[in-house]
């Protein structure tokens, strides 16, 4: 009796570790210790333009905050809340799509405020809450877990359901200026973080346990029973146990479908008898298994159960780990090591590069083809010359062109390099199925040929090393009609690369 209680009691414990481990690893301890516990407030006026946002790089739990804002005419402003991206934790940073929550306020137009990270992102820009522009309006928001509520300028927002329970917070202008005339912020804790920490959800697991004991005890007057089912409740829920949330919290209530789903499942086995408890235990491990080495299941499923991220629609466009991109994109701003943050705004000639960081970035800082290129621009047109290129990590060509096409357009640039390289070819794609076959590059490089020459600006081909055949073929067909190619080859020292490229952009530099 004693032997088969502590055999249960282990089992518990060790189904609720494994719940446990959903959490990653330091967002407790990182959320005790950052998380802003001083109240916040903006001793002078404010100008916010789209060369210069106002950021708050700390992390926020919940809060209370209330800002007078004025728009300009044609202003639009998205209040970037809960905006978690990627970040050093027991120093392992891994890559993930930034997240975020919208309130979106316009000069213009009066619709809702509030916006998911993919309608900011894919959504119609304006119809915001409106203001009457010129005038300081009062915005309160107060923020509780992940549940947001606003009122702004006496409009009162429905209550929003915000991915994460904590964050960094940003205020970014498009089509005009805003300048914040007051902002205070009350600080307050993350609440509850008890719900996520390793002892809290052993003990879970641990009463999970004696109430299988009881109940095969009530029910068999042999207690024994439970330790089968006790084995499946520890063995039911180590599927979650490999789940990659980053930087998110899970949902307690998902985490507490999975241990209630488990104890039922347990329960029902142990008060079985004989052959039909030794089926019962075999189906319920042969679907546990499945589910834990089968990750397109596994994950899919339980990510959706526990509050998992769901960037599929987001990785399309910009890639995978597109980080702080994603807020980025909506301020029209490129990041460009080492070249930093870059505006559209910004005066001089351009060449803007497609294609992604494998293609452009050598090594070496100095040999990052973007920055090489933007020199040699200023030494032949003066200074204000840049090349900056999208810092998507495992860039191809379809996703380069939706990215740049849906939110870089703004940087007007004089000559597009759309760049071709290995990536092209099936990489870690599903199946092994190449990201660009001949057909799709060569639609892809006539909407970018139609759209440069419809905006009167020039276009430069350039294939890189290890590129397909196939595809080496549409861009020479696309530079029979009269489009500059670069085609790179072993023999091609790095730093020609971008002299090669400055000899094909100056002659199209308006």
């Avoid at 920490?197 to 346990?209: D, E, Q, R």
Wanted: charge should be neutral; charged fraction near 20%; aromatic fraction near 8%.
């Amino acid at each position: 009796m004693r032997v088969a209680l502590a055999i249960l009691l282990l089992c518990g414990a060790t189904a609720g570790w494994s719940l446990a481990r959903v959490t990653p690893k330091g967002l407790v301890q990182l959320c005790e210790q950052e998380v802003v516990a001083q109240p916040f407030h903006l001793s002078q006026s404010k100008e916010v333009t789209e060369d210069r946002w106002f950021f708050l790089p700390q992390l926020w739990g919940d809060f209370d905050l209330q800002m007078d804002l004025e728009l300009s005419e044609g202003a639009e402003v998205d209040v970037l809340l809960r905006q978690v991206q990627p970040r050093f934790l027991d120093e392992v940073q891994l890559p993930f799509a930034g997240r975020f929550a919208t309130l979106r306020i316009s000069a213009e137009g009066d619709g809702g405020g509030w916006r998911s990270r993919e309608q900011a992102l894919f959504g119609p820009r304006g119809d915001g809450v409106g203001l009457e522009p010129g005038r300081p309006a009062t915005i309160w928001i107060e923020a509780r877990g992940t549940q947001l509520t606003a009122n702004v300028g006496g409009k009162r927002q429905a209550v929003f359901e915000a991915a994460d329970v904590y964050g960094m917070f940003t205020l970014l202008v498009r089509g005009g200026k805003a300048v914040i005339h007051r902002l205070d912020i009350a600080a307050r804790p993350v609440g509850d973080l008890w719900q996520w920490k390793t002892s809290t959800w052993v003990g879970f697991g641990a009463l999970a346990a004696l109430l299988v004991a009881g109940i095969a005890a009530l029910l068999t007057r042999r207690p024994q029973l439970g330790v089968a089912g006790g084995a499946l409740l520890g063995l039911s829920v180590t599927a979650v146990s490999g789940l990659q949330l980053p930087l998110m919290f899970p949902s307690p209530a998902g985490l507490a479908v999975v241990l209630a789903g488990a104890t039922a499942v347990a329960i029902f086995v142990s008060v079985l008898e004989g052959r039909r408890r030794r089926i019962a235990a075999g189906a319920v491990a042969a679907v546990v298994v499945c589910m834990w080495s089968w990750p397109a299941l596994g994950a899919a499923t339980l990510a959706r159960a526990v509050g998992g991220d769901d960037a599929a629609e987001v990785e399309a466009v910009f890639g995978p780990g597109a980080g702080a991109q994603l807020s980025e994109s909506l301020g029209q701003i490129v990041r460009m090591m080492p070249a930093g943050l870059l505006t559209s705004g910004k005066a001089g000639r351009r060449a803007f590069l497609l294609g992604g960081e494998w293609l452009y970035n050598r090594g070496e800082p100095g040999e990052h083809v973007g920055v090489t290129l933007g020199r040699m621009l200023g030494g032949a047109f003066g200074e204000g010359c840049d090349a900056p290129s999208l810092p998507t990590v495992d860039g191809y060509s379809a996703q380069q062109w939706r990215l740049f096409d849906g939110f870089y357009q703004g940087f007007d640039p004089d000559v597009v390099v759309f760049g071709i390289g290995e990536s092209e070819a099936a990489r870690d794609a599903p199946g092994g199925a190449p990201r660009s076959t001949p057909a799709s590059l060569a639609a892809t490089l006539r909407a970018v040929r139609d759209d440069c020459r419809a905006r009167r600006r020039g276009l430069v081909l350039f294939v890189d090393v290890g590129t397909p055949e196939p595809l080496r073929k549409e861009a020479r067909r696309l530079a029979e009609d009269g489009v500059p190619l670069v085609e790179l080859t072993d023999e091609i020292p790095r730093l020609e690369v971008a002299r090669r490229l400055f000899a094909a952009v100056r002659p199209l530099v308006r």
